[in-house]
């Protein structure tokens, strides 16, 4: 039997994250596009020959449009790669890029490759309106009548009310994650990862984080409108009912639904990619390549569908047991934001220091580009243990159809 070996992060990279509308500094760049100058700003900062690539594994979350038929391989071939390097394009909903990065280690750990680039990528701005559904069923009517999963701002909405989080609750995180943000930006924490990308003539399109506010406060905030409450009342086609006689009907401890989350304190909407490049122990030796890290563990967790955003911590809890950890092994905590509620439901479920959970702010603040988003956190993470010589990480994330990933990190 081989023996398990480290899967060993040896880099990453990023592009900023762009508004997701036309006029957002990445909109008018094609989506394999991005994804190809990650892979190679990977190969100019690492040297490595791409041919020797086992895989390159992707994250997406809607692959129709720009980003059908295999972006992964799509990616490699637009890029000028040699054909011998493979692709593989992955779904699972928000957590695509997080799992793609798992399965790699995966991979590099039960000695089936050496070699593997990982991450994700979401042109959001890019989406088809008419080919994006309202609801992630398949439009499979048995399917909804068993578990009529609504949409997952409506979940949020319905997890603050179960557990009592307040519209001042949620908009305080989201302060927060602007401040912390902003400070991250000023001092340069994400400047490692992140790459300038470029137009075909070669000027800069973007090379900043395009998505923040600075300055948000929560008067500002007290001024947005609740974005699902008017869906929430919606009896779509086909429906007899609408979204929130739904949620009520499986969880009437919530009574008439309050809608407290907004655009200010839900992820935002932007276009972005990653990479990730990881090799096992003898392939970085005999390349040269200098890890900078390494996964210690990986996995992912079920939970009720229709609530659908509660995993994070069930995950969390999986992963640290398989590895032999607790809580209090980690050093720093990335708790995808999704929405604040359920980040703050993260938060209570595993009993953890706020300050030492998203220090760098999070997705209301730098946005949430579906696919690309788990790799960004684990690149974020990895850097800002590099920054604070501190030693572990844990980065979780809710997905579509109640899941959630999680995978613990290590610095070297």
């Known amino acids: 039997m081989t023996e398990v070996r480290d899967a060993l ?29 990650c892979l190679n700003a990977l190969v100019e900062r690492n040297g490595f020959d791409p041919s020797e690539v086992d895989d390159v594994i992707m994250g997406n979350g809607n692959s129709v449009g720009d980003h059908n038929a295999d972006i992964a391989r799509l990616a490699v071939l637009d890029c000028g790669w040699p054909v011998e390097a493979p692709g593989l394009t992955i779904n699972r909903f928000c957590g695509s890029g997080q799992q793609a990065v798992s399965l790699a280690a995966m991979g590099i750990r039960a000695g089936f490759q050496e070699l593997v680039v990982a991450g994700g990528v979401e042109s959001m701005s890019r989406w088809p309106a008419d080919q994006t559904p309202l609801l992630i069923d398949g439009d499979n009517p048995h399917l909804r009548q068993r578990y009529p999963m609504v949409p997952q701002g409506i979940s949020a909405d319905a997890i603050a009310a179960l557990e009592g989080f307040t519209r001042a609750d949620c ?91 907004h655009p200010g304190n839900s992820s935002g909407v932007v276009d972005g990619a990653s990479a990730m490049l990881l090799a096992s122990p003898d392939f970085a030796r005999a390349h040269g390549l200098t ?32 590895a032999g950890m607790t809580t209090d092994d980690i050093d720093l905590w990335e708790i995808n934001e999704a929405f604040a509620s359920v980040v703050l439901k993260a938060i209570l479920d595993l009993d953890l220091d706020p300050g030492f959970v998203n220090v760098n702010g999070g997705a209301m603040a730098l946005g949430h580009p579906i696919g690309a988003t788990g790799a960004m956190l684990l690149e974020t993470a990895l850097d800002e243990l590099e920054r604070t010589d501190r030693s572990t990480a844990l980065v979780a994330m809710c997905t579509g159809g109640g899941m959630g990933t999680a995978t613990i990190i290590e610095r070297f």
Do not use: C
């Open 9 to 37: 992060i040896i880099d990453g990279v990023r592009t900023p994250r762009g508004k997701g509308r036309p006029t957002g500094g990445l909109h008018h760049l094609h989506p394999q596009d991005l994804l190809g100058q």
């Open 171 to 261: 908009d305080e995180l989201a302060v927060r994650s602007q401040e912390r943000a902003a400070k991250a930006i000023a001092e340069g924490r994400f400047d490692r990862s992140t790459i300038a990308v470029h137009n075909p003539d070669g000027s800069v399109a973007l090379d900043h984080e395009e998505h923040p506010r600075a300055g948000t406060t929560l008067e500002t905030l007290a001024g947005l409108k609740p974005s699902f409450e008017a869906m929430g009342t919606e009896v779509l086609p086909g429906m007899d009912r609408s979204f929130d006689a739904m949620i009520t009907e499986l969880y009437p401890a919530v009574g008439p639904l309050a809608h407290v989350h």
């Open 291 to 322: 890890p900078r890290g390494r996964i210690i563990m990986a996995a992912t967790a079920g939970a009720e569908p229709v609530i659908m955003l509660t995993a994070p911590a069930p995950a969390a809890r999986r992963a640290l047991e398989l």
